[in-house]
Structures are given as structure tokens and as C-alpha cells.
């Protein structure tokens, strides 16, 4: 009945632990009525940003036992004294599911192994950009 009236649960908490994934997980939003997982991001954007839905997809899925295919990218962009906002909605496909779980087993691999995986694959945005370039 609740869901009905307001379809939007903000700061979902998740438990993904199971999936190799923090036990305190929360998405930004979540629309029940066409399930649909949210993120906020003040970046510009990029591909990997899909990896967030995804990963709450598969969280959801696993603990509510129903398909999440839809995920949405929100971005925020301060310019002057306004916000400009664009969406990324798209389909959780199998190949992101894949990429995700690509991607999971690589990082726990990096932490398992105790590896760094150097400067290389850090962005200039990056938020330990400064700790390989000493900036």
C-alpha cells in the first residue's frame, strides 16, 4: 500500500557481503513500481559509473528474489550558480553483470594479494590521485 503512494524508498540499505560486497550498502534511490536502482554522482560521465546499478542490482536481486534490469545515473553538475542535471537510464544487461563480477574478482583479488595496483590506472579525478602523484 505504501509503495503504491510513494514509490520511492531513498537510501536503500543492502546488505551485500554475500557477494563479496560491504554489508552496508545503500543506494540513493530505488523505484518499486518498475524496479529500477538510482545513483547520484557529481562527476562527469563515465562507463564504469554503470558498475554502481549494477552492483545494487544484484544485491537486490539475490536478497528480494526479483529481477532489477533498470538502472539510472544521475549527474550533478554545479556551473555558476546552478545545478544541471542529467540522467543515465539503461538496461542492466548480462554484460554488465558480467563486467561487474569481472571487475569484483579482479579488486578482491588486488586485496587478497596484498598488490597495488599502481598510478597507471588512476584518473586525474580520481580521489587518491594526490597520493600517487604526490599533489
Known sequence: MVSLALPIVVEQKLDGSFLGLSPNLSTDAFVFWEPMVTDIKFDRQRDFHRLTTTGYALVMEALYEFPVNLGCIVYGEFRGDRLIVKKDIHIISDELRQWFIKVRDEKARLVA?????????????CPYFHIYWGE
Open 113 to 125: 594479494e596484498e598488490t597495488d595496483q599502481g598510478k597507471g590506472e588512476c584518473y586525474e579525478e
